[in-house]
DNA sequence: AGGATCGATGAGCTAGATTTATGGATGAGG
DNA sequence: CCTCATCCATAAATCTAGCTCATCGATCCT
């Protein structure tokens, strides 16, 4: 211990109001010893004992008493600033929402967060959430809430809303047979070999985002992770390899050397929902849902490709 | 931590002047990753961002100058309490000194402090050190200093006066064959069982209490430790036992059942010793050990029995 | 005396404090 | 554009302190 510290002046205050040492140590949390020892290591640093104390009886010394007198005060203000200044961080807090995105950020759902900031004085600052670790940012408290893909199997967090669902287009390279085709169905599937995100996400969640097999029973590859939608992209062009991707992903990321294909029959669309943490859930993230609820209740994003 | 700690508003402050985590890390004398540690947990603590840092940039964020501002005048305001209670402590140490004596209190001396303490605005309160345990109380700052038997080899005291020596007598009990004699030798000592003390006292000293054997090679015998002078009365007025006592002790302890002996030829005489902490002694002391020197220099206490 | 109450103290466990080593971000200069 | 240097954050590892439990000795009550 280097310095004098607020947990002692505290408990020099509160055995000024008990004297006496096991209450002090009850109100406080602690064990009557170690009462005794802040007690004695206050003494020690300020250099004087600042309290009588017999077996029977707990009186302030004239030192003492001075002591805490003079320290009162200040002692009250240093907590009510303490105090103010995490009253207002929790008022900041409250109008403001930090939400992660999954992958890459689609404009169909920051435009109906744009829409409820308007209406309800919440500020959204939106972020984007590394590939494989969807869950992460939104556990450990470093964002409010996230847009992720489903399914969610976490104890720690709840689905506040789904989005409806989107059809998934198959991502290969200009060069690769199938681009030739206009159009491909879900038992195409087993001739490639399909890129799945790698990180710390539960293996649940990894295996989901590529079916193991198609509806016939002919296995599906997936050989190889990635960590980032670019080098996932990156492996597809190479001509190796093949993804599967969003609507939107592929609308907005158009590349020469890539094209994607809509998979007929591909049963498992891909769907993103709202989540948070179940305990210590902000309030305004029920708002949110409610307001997602109205805006793509019915239209919203299509299944259509 | 369950709280705020004053060490982190200091950390706070520094970085707030310096705007440089390895320099206010300097200053305060930790690592650059502990001043990122404490002011992520005071963050933490009062629940928002207190300082906005980039690895090229540090500046306080509106939040973190308002709270800064805020808990700087506290902060001031409890260190100067502490500064003062402690200098006023300190102040009233440098005018009381805590002496104790070894054994008992003998009044030739106390004498002398009396003196002292007239001429030097300096209160000196004694207290009874016990028996076996002779450096303990100074060496762990209980007292400033204490008269004691010698010798004393103890690394961490000085010997700051040596009183003049004097001659110890044999108390035996009445009833002794011993106590028929007017005077014995220091050769008579082979035939009793002498009383030592007994406690954390270094071994050279509790043999120094005692002479191993008698000067034509008789060997002492000393079957018994003692822990009061007390003790050690009720031990010799048993008849069993003999205890070497100093003149003073003899005069003021009279017992009926125990008689104090003159041992001719007995070269070692107890001499005693003022004694303090090698490192923080109080300042004063060395004029205490001058003011002895004054009194017993000559006079003082005789060797005489 | 015997019992009850109370603060101090020593041993021992655990959590927190602190450091060292390392990584990742950013800006400067070739 | 790439490398280098600077700087803050983070992980792992170590060491200190905070804290409790058990116990003691002192004091007061009856």
Redesign the pocket.
């Known amino acids: ?2 310095q004098v ?1 607020v ?1 002692q002046i505290e408990c020099l205050l509160v055995l000024a109001e008990e ?4 209450r002090t ?1 009850e109100r406080l ?13 206050l003494e020690r640093r300020v250099g004087t004992r600042l ?1 009588d ?6 009186a302030l010394t004239r030192l003492g008493a001075q002591f805490l007198d003079e320290v009162r005060g200040p002692y009250e203000t240093m907590t009510s600033v303490f105090a103010a200044a995490s009253g207002r961080a929790r008022q900041r807090a409250l109008r403001q929402l930090r939400i992660g995105f999954h992958g890459n950020i689609y404009e169909e759902i920051t435009e109906a967060f744009r829409r409820f900031r308007a209406e309800h004085e919440v500020t959204v600052a939106v972020a984007e959430i590394p590939l494989g670790s969807p869950f992460s940012a939104v556990i450990d408290g470093k964002l409010d809430a996230a847009v992720v893909e489903l399914p969610v199997h976490e104890t720690a967090l709840t689905v506040g809303y789904r989005f409806p669902p989107q059809d998934r287009l198959l991502a290969v390279s200009s060069a690769h047979p199938l681009a030739e085709r206009e159009r491909i169905t879900v038992e195409d599937l087993a001739v490639v070999d399909i890129l799945h995100p790698e990180g710390d996400a539960p293996s649940y969640w990894i295996a989901a985002r590529v079916p193991p097999a198609t509806p016939s029973g002919a296995p599906i590859r997936s050989s190889t992770g990635i960590t980032t939608v670019q080098e996932g992209l990156a492996l597809v062009a190479g001509g190796e390899k093949a993804m599967l991707v969003c609507t939107p992903l592929a609308r907005r990321t158009v590349r020469s050397d890539v094209r994607y294909l809509p998979v007929e029959g591909l049963e498992e669309p891909s769907q993103l929902g709202l989540i948070w943490r179940a305990e210590s859930a902000a309030p305004q993230l029920r708002t949110l849902a409610a307001v997602l609820d109205d805006q793509f209740g019915k239209a919203g994003i299509t299944t259509a490709a």
Chains 1, 2 share one sequence.
């Open positions: 211990m280097r510290q947990q004297l006496h040492f096991g140590a949390g602690y064990s009557q010893s170690r009462v005794s020892q802040l007690i004695a290591d309290v104390r017999t077996s029977r009886r707990v």
